[in-house]
């Protein structure tokens, strides 16, 4: 059974530069949450996605934007990147009863730098 | 006040002693609490849900005080495995709410 898998694991880039980056789900999951996690920090909600659409969203800028496709794959974009986008993102995923009240499943992230 | 605060540490413990931390959360209408762990460098994992007064598995206790709104973790007979970032646990909103981490407790267990 495989369990939520993040690509790519690292990734360069500079200021100003767009990225995407995927992920997909623990089979049987539908739900598909985003943070972001700086050093030393814990991690910070993005958004999630549910039925391919944004459900929640955490305090993060329009720069930030998502999607989810039909087989509950989703992926993240970071538009006009900052030095200070710099950081390790995680991408989980959960049923939808889980919500909060149920265990969401991390990926081990990929780790973003800006130059 | 942040959301969800916890004490960095390191907590550094001897193998086989008991460590014990807490977490405070600011939004008095939370009803689940969760502990996760993470390595170094690693995903977090899930360790302990805490739905009521507290929640014992093995070695681990996690105690819910929402009187002074705080939660805790007892380990103990800590084993060098044990080392890690313990991220503490809040999910805010309704049924599809988002977790809320705290920056995590470091322990780091010595032989």
């Known amino acids: 059974d495989a369990g939520v898998t993040q690509s790519p694991t690292h990734l360069i880039k500079t200021r100003g530069q767009q990225v995407t980056l995927r992920c997909s789900p623990k089979?049987?999951?539908?739900?598909v949450s985003w943070y972001q996690q700086a050093l030393g920090q814990g991690p910070q909600f993005i958004f999630q996605?549910?039925?391919?659409?944004?459900?929640q969203r955490g305090n993060f800028p329009d720069r930030f934007s998502g999607h989810q496709f039909p087989n509950y794959s989703s992926e993240l974009n970071v538009n006009a990147l900052l030095l200070g986008d710099s950081a390790l993102y995680l991408c989980?995923?959960?049923?939808?009863?889980?919500?909060?009240?149920?265990?969401?499943?991390f990926g081990p992230g990929t780790r973003l730098t800006v130059l | 006040r942040k959301e969800v605060e916890q004490d960095p540490g390191p907590f550094n413990v001897p193998e086989g002693a008991t460590v014990a931390f807490n977490c405070t959360y600011s939004?008095?209408?939370?009803?689940?609490f969760f502990w996760y762990r993470q390595d170094c460098r690693k995903e977090p994992k899930l360790l302990m849900s805490?739905?009521?007064s507290g929640n014992e598995d093995g070695r681990f206790t996690a105690q819910l005080n929402r009187a002074s709104q705080y939660i805790s973790l007892l380990i103990r007979d800590s084993k060098l495995s044990d080392s890690a970032t313990y991220l503490c646990?809040?999910?805010?909103?309704?049924?599809?709410?988002?977790?809320?981490f705290g920056a995590g407790t470091q322990v780091v267990v010595t032989p």
């Open positions: 989980a995923s959960s049923f939808p009863s889980g919500g909060p009240q149920g265990e969401q499943f």
């Open positions: 089979s049987g999951h539908d739900t």
């Open positions: 996605y549910y039925e391919e659409e944004e459900r």
């Open positions: 939004n008095s209408a939370s009803q689940s």
């Open positions: 805490v739905y009521s």
């Open positions: 646990v809040v999910p805010r909103g309704g049924s599809w709410g988002k977790l809320q």
